[in-house]
């Protein structure tokens, strides 16, 4: 019998981020990328997202390694969720791992021996495979996709990709090996999908250096520039300019603390020696002399930015004659908190810079152009789009239709979903069944603890209860209109619980007292609070974690 | 004494949407605009926003016109709840005037003689000032700016606008007149920031034509576009493409066919006779034969495109072959749910094409540089940027003190917000004070009836109540997991509405269970579901309007 494989997704295709991927030889199952998505306000009291992972607890055979593509969090985040279903080690290339090391740290796994640093052109066997791994480039470095050498043929994983022609590190994307891989015959190609739905080619990370050498040159106040905490090509453009215009750069949250320092141990990010200051050192320094890179640049409520827009970071105070600057785009329905931060920056009298006033921000992920050139250059047998919503994996499919229809040997294009199974065998390749997927909601904030809270574990939602705090804020003035009230189900019905609610009552009162009117007036920023308040309450207290789903009613 | 003049935004200065300006001589006040905003998922239970008209029922004289620049909700949405302050005309051109008077008749009020339609360059008497229309180009027809002659001098209101070289309508904007009253003098300009920050100029509506001739061209079924209702422009590019491509036309959603009636009875759209269709006709007609026009491109669960992506719609059915067309741009708040549509309508296995695939749609807001050239064209001695949120108020303000830096004569550049009294004197201008301003919350949804229930009135929530129903659903399957509940506050405590609580419980499930999997799987659409089906029953049985705010728990 000629050999088969089967190629699942639990996540990742039907939506962005948590992406994952299980791939089965006859003897070997091999997973490729361990992503998390984060929640919007659709899934209160929820902080992230992972896929199901009913499936990959039961497939046969058992996993026997984890093959990550890059360090970000919607495809390494779920590394710690997925790590006591592997039987084997964890491959990545050394800052993919080095990210990965304090996720499990923090989940108290001690990865031993089991992370296995790559390079692009290596090849690692397992079982009867073998995985290879390619370079690529997004928008930070040390990216690779992979080629799984399996019995029934080889496929190629594109993880996330664009072509970038002038990478800041000098690495440049593999062209030769994807051609000589097409060249070769490969049995299928799963190619990232994220910008199908832009035209031409996406520009190199490079772009945003002229609009910001602009922005340095007629900045006199403090600089601020908010990015994700993994945009370390961004980071090194912006302290080489920190350098030539002879400002200190402050690493601000501690997401951009841990990356940066991560990126320079390994050689990904060059730091002059003395140009780096703390937060703390800020407020002793001239405006004109300082560059902040700061977390937050999604509207997180409790993040660096949002605290800096309303006048409560404890370092970081930004004022006229300042720039703060939006250095990444908004996910999807961010776009709201985003706003509100920035108009509190503009109150504060801040020059506010975004994409669209400036070329600050450039995306990762390859346009229109660049996804066909993937095809081409890989002409597989079999083509599946994943990374992106049903739209644009329909879209992706009937481009490819299209990029293919000339060739001579025709493309089988196949439009998969989370939890379709994919099999190849010797009657070709075909979806034969579907296996559980969906999404497991994880519950994390507050404390930063271990995030082994499960939603799906709870469903009648009697084991933690349910939480609806409602108050009425009067938009004009911010204060509290009427009885705040704290409404529950689910919880004990004894003594006790009725004494914490009393006081629940109490603590809204107090958190809404104690915000600062910007805060009060920002429904984002006060349900943040709320949430995370009443929940650390509820938790010391009762060893409980409620549902937390703030109601404000503005009058 | 030198005549004085007092100019007061309600709405518009520091939020999208809901803009009115109260503008007083020592003897009349004039109130420009009366619009509405929508309410996003962060006001919960809320349908429409108007400003706050306190300063209104008591500024001092009386309001005695109301002048209309276009017939935008956003401008003209809050009328009837305006219109019992004005002692005197409601001046609009016939479009405005047309889209203006149904919704008095909604609300029960009879306009009598005083709408009274105006003609860009004509003047009429308001006390002792005098108004002016001046026409200008934006998304639909009949859009006008204002200059009001006052004792204390001439101000330009410009409405919203953009510079369209190309109008649709043939109707030019009136570059000539701005430049007259910029000539003779301007004492000050209020200036439409929507786009200050896109640079360059907005393109003409004309633009979208070339997209949509490919889209007729290489679409084998159905054609559905969703546009705004007010988008008459389109609606005539998209007509006269059906007409040369041998399309029936139907205009499906209430909004589509109100406005296009609207528009065709006052000359502002051709329809060739027996071009169009009911859209109870669809089903009988061959796919390459239809053209729907349809409401809903943002998202609202309610409206026509919703109900067709879900396979909700009575008429109209989209499949394989069929293409859809987003003509409208995402309003920030409604990416997801729009998102959301796409993936359904690319399931069935439709063509989704919207902006960034093709120039399917063009903004109706000038750009940085059509912003500049109205600075130039009027060169006031105080400029007041309005329509925006802070930021973009702040960066028209900026770039507005970089435009006006050479010129002879200094310009004021000043920054208003919602409430901020702007005062004219013999002693200059400045803000004097604040007055009371803010938001009006308006719940109208499930009827269709009177606005009248002003959450503001309600203060304590013990009126009329809070109900949050709360449901867990199986993402998977769709089904309930669990007991839904229906958690209250502020009914009354007797055994009548015990039993409606029970009931409400019955009927939650009921409404689950006869959702189809899409809906109930998408957490937008089947919350207002069983929004609007408590509020019905409540409303129905106890005569009582609960706040009702779903918590949909997905496991």
Redesign the interface.
Known sequence: MAPSLQVVALGGL?EFGMNLMVVSSDESTIVIDAGVMFA?????GVDLVIP?LTYLQQCSPRPSALVLTHGHEDHIGGVPHVWPFIDGPVYGTPLTLALVRPKLEEHGINPGDRLIAVQPRQRVRIGDCEAEFLRVTHSMPDCIAVALHTPAGTIVHTGDFKIDQTPIDGQHFDVHRFAQLGSAGVLALFADSTNI???GFTGSELEVKDAFEEIFTTTTGKLVVTAFASSIYRMQILVDLAERFDRKVAFVGRGMLETSQAAQRLGYLRLPPGRIVRDVDVPNMAASEVLCLATGSQGEPMAAMSRIAIDGHRHVKVGPDDTVVFSARAI??N??PI?HM??H???RGA??I?E??KHVHVSGHGSEEELKLMLSLVRPQHFVPIHG???Q???HA?IARRVTAGVERAVKVMLMED?DVLRFDETGARLVEKV????V?IDASGSGEVADEI??DR???SEDG?L?P?V?I???TGSI???P?V?S?GLAQDAGSAELLRESVQLLSDVIQAASFEERTD??LIKETIRVELRRFFRKRSGRRP?V?P?????
């Open positions: 039907g919007g306000p659709e899934l209160p199901d739905d832009r035209k999807p329905g776009e709201k706003g920035m108009n920056l503009a109150r020059n506010v975004y669209g006033i919503e049903y739209r994996l329909s879209r009937s939890g559980p997927a969906g999404r909601l939603l799906r469903r009648h939602l349910l609806v409602v009425a009067n938009k004009q209109e009427g009885d009230d409404i189900r429904q984002g549902l789903v109601v404000i009613m503005e009058v």
